[in-house]
């Protein structure tokens, strides 16, 4: 019998684990799933950032030091970032042509939109510093009178959650810091600390300064000093890279557990709290979902077809296909990398030096698909509380979801932080990020497909044009 493809192991193990989530939930296995199964999941995202973190500093060491002079890297690296940048505010402009065309916030009924509209403006007037957008003002027209007594004693009894509590403390702690304070952090004091902080987490731009420093070292050292540690940081690098073949091969238990467990914990018991504003949730998601299959499946390979035009676009989506799933499951670019550089390396073709390079850069500094997905969520949510952003809001939308998004953490959810600080931006309520909560799940792990794969596309054009560069000396 022929064994069954990897990916569509995967998919099959992702299907699966849907329909157990929906029985778990009428079933009332919720605390069964958390308990035994969820926690296989999470050891799979644990095992791939245990892996991800060593395998972005040697592997970027590795392809620093096999590159021939340091003139080929300052070109690499400024072409790199350009271009980054580039897909970031070219996929914000998709998401917001999307969003503006279609309008998923104006589809709920026009009393629940009135109600969202006053929550707003009772907001507005407890909040000083916030700017008011518009001259529109139902607090003080009589027709509103009663309806605006309902959404003040509900407004009264309701508290939020402590997820959406965690991310406004987390938000409000970025407004603390100056401008500069994101350039200072890239410097570390301690490489050890940019490894694993006190909570557990690493500074991969950190990371990622240490590894080109000390490969730029590498490579200025005289030969036969520099030959000895090139010897070991490769190797290191092949041990990293066995490590995570060694994973893949079991991919599809942990992809079921991590798939189960996360749905099952989104949906809980209380199905009634989703369902109340599932009209506004289902528009916003599919167009949500519409314009990031744009970027991922015609922006991205129209950019390959004209830069790179010895791959065909065929070529290009069938060989990012395990690092796309990869991407869907855990919902984490970084914890993905070792599984995009695979398949950058084995099926694009794409050069070490050039890969080792571009991606770890672009998992840390490239979040197209979490920039898009803020501008289309900030937009929509002004529709659902009758609220138009001009054109020059947003602008503000486009460059702050795009500054934002460099050196965001690559991790689930981390695109929700990221999106106060774009609410703020243009003087919108930052606690309404509660409002798609229930479906963030789902629509991060999508989201991070289109990051993981700008990020094959970005690597695989650098190295096209590299290698035309090199066809002109």
């Known amino acids: 019998m022929k064994k069954v493809a990897l990916h569509w192991q995967v998919i099959i193990a992702l299907i699966l684990g849907v329909i157990y989530s929906v029985l778990a939930v009428m079933n009332g296995w919720v605390d069964f799933t958390a308990d035994y199964i969820a926690p296989f999941g999470k050891i799979f995202v644990n095992i791939l950032k245990?892996?991800?973190?060593?395998?972005?500093?040697?592997?970027?060491?590795?392809?620093?030091?096999?590159?021939?002079?340091?003139?080929?890297?300052?070109?690499?690296?400024?072409?790199?970032?350009?271009?980054?940048?580039?897909?970031?505010?070219?996929?914000?402009?998709?998401?917001?042509?999307?969003?503006?065309?279609?309008?998923?916030?104006?589809?709920?009924?026009?009393?629940?939109?009135?109600?969202?509209?006053?929550?707003?403006?009772?907001?507005?007037?407890?909040?000083?510093?916030?700017?008011?957008?518009?001259?529109?003002?139902?607090?003080?027209?009589?027709?509103?009178?009663?309806?605006?007594?309902?959404?003040?004693?509900?407004?009264?009894?309701?508290?939020?959650?402590?997820?959406?509590?965690?991310?406004?403390?987390?938000?409000?702690?970025?407004?603390?810091?100056?401008?500069?304070?994101?350039?200072?952090?890239?410097?570390p004091s301690n490489i050890f600390h940019a490894f694993s902080d006190k909570d557990g987490k690493s500074n991969m731009l950190q990371v990622i300064f240490f590894a080109i420093l000390f490969g730029v070292i590498l490579v200025k050292l005289p030969k036969k000093d520099g030959k000895p540690v090139k010897k070991v940081i490769n190797g290191l690098n092949e041990v990293f890279i066995g490590m995570i073949n060694a994973v893949i091969k079991v991919m599809p238990i942990f992809v079921f557990a991590l798939m189960a467990g996360s749905l099952v914990k989104s949906a809980g018991e209380n199905m009634d709290k989703l369902m109340e504003q599932l009209l506004f949730l289902g528009h916003y998601s599919w167009v949500l979902i519409l314009a990031l299959a744009v970027v991922a499946f015609v922006y991205y390979p129209l950019l390959i077809h004209l830069f790179a035009k010895k791959m065909t676009i065929k070529q290009f989506l069938k060989g990012i296909r395990e690092a796309q799933i990869t991407a869907f499951s855990t919902s984490s670019s970084m914890a993905t990398l070792p599984v995009t550089m695979d398949c950058v390396n084995d099926n694009l073709k794409v050069p070490k030096p050039i890969s080792s390079f571009v991606l770890p850069i672009g998992a840390t500094v490239n979040m197209d698909g979490t920039s898009l997905y803020q501008a289309v969520a900030v937009v929509a949510m002004a529709q659902f509380h009758m609220i138009d952003l001009d054109f020059t809001q947003q602008m503000v939308i486009v460059l702050t979801a795009t500054l934002a998004s460099i050196g965001a953490a690559a991790v689930p959810s981390a695109g929700l932080v990221l999106m106060i600080v774009v609410l703020e931006s243009v003087g919108l309520n930052p606690a309404w990020i509660a409002i798609i909560l229930p479906v963030d799940r789902i629509l991060d792990m999508c989201r991070t497909v289109v990051n993981v794969t700008g990020d094959a596309a970005v690597s695989t054009i650098v190295a096209a044009t590299e290698e035309e560069v090199s066809k002109t000396k």
């Open 50 to 187: 245990l892996i991800a973190v060593p395998m972005v500093l040697f592997s970027i060491i590795s392809g620093i030091g096999s590159l021939k002079n340091i003139r080929q890297l300052g070109r690499v690296g400024v072409k790199t970032l350009l271009i980054y940048v580039a897909t970031t505010m070219s996929a914000i402009l998709i998401g917001l042509l999307f969003v503006n065309l279609i309008r998923p916030g104006d589809f709920p009924s026009e009393e629940s939109r009135i109600e969202k509209r006053i929550e707003y403006e009772l907001w507005l007037a407890e909040t000083p510093s916030a700017p008011r957008l518009d001259d529109v003002s139902f607090l003080t027209d009589p027709v509103y009178a009663v309806k605006v007594d309902e959404v003040k004693a509900r407004l009264s009894v309701t508290t939020l959650d402590a997820t959406t509590l965690k991310r406004l403390a987390d938000a409000e702690s970025e407004k603390t810091k100056g401008p500069l304070d994101k350039l200072v952090d890239i410097f």
